[in-house]
């Protein structure tokens, strides 16, 4: 990598890190996989820092991410019982964070990649389905059972955001 280059990717890196941590923990339920994760991704883009600069390199490192957790989640799954919901009425912000956590660490991930990609970072149904590889179709159908899923988990969810509205 050129030094115009490098500073360019470091400058770009330091910008973007925190935000590539949120969403690599929202998809992992794990701050020190998410770290991991993005660091994985960061060490690929940098290799690859010429070329991407040029297009989009957020698009790319979410792609990256996505793809590493799915092949890490492939080799060391396990199916997560909960023989009983937790009850929710009293819940505050931070309690509601747990359960949201909570309720996406059921989903697969495919359907929590889904969700972080549009709903936490607003990407159209055809921006997350070039993220991911997959046809809007797919996003379409794994958004709609991701969700059902998270109101037949998490029904207390609904609940709170009918609160704030």
């Known amino acids: 990598m050129r030094a115009s280059g490098r500073e360019s990717f470091e400058a770009w ?22 770290e991991d994760l993005v660091q994985e991704a960061l ?6 820092w010429d070329v991407l600069q040029a297009g989009n390199p957020d698009a790319w490192m979410r792609t990256v991410m996505y793809r590493q957790h799915v092949s890490w989640w492939r080799r060391t799954r396990h199916e997560l019982t909960v023989e009983r919901v937790p009850d929710a009425s009293n ?6 964070g747990l359960l949201l956590r909570d309720a996406l660490a059921l989903l ?3 359907q929590r990649a889904v969700v972080i990609l549009r709903f936490v970072e607003d990407l159209s149904v055809a921006d997350a389905a070039a993220a991911l590889g997959v046809t809007e179709g797919t996003v379409k159908k ?6 059902g899923r998270l109101r037949e988990v998490a029904p207390e969810l609904e609940e709170l955001e009918g609160d704030r509205a």
């Open 91 to 96: 819940q505050t912000d931070s309690e509601a």
């Open 108 to 110: 697969t991930a495919r």
């Open 43 to 48: 060490i690929r883009a940098a290799e690859r």
């Open 142 to 147: 794994q958004t709609s059972v991701a969700l």
């Open 13 to 34: 890196a330091r910008a973007r890190q925190q935000t590539f941590v949120r969403n690599a923990f929202l998809m992992t339920g794990d701050f020190q996989r998410a």
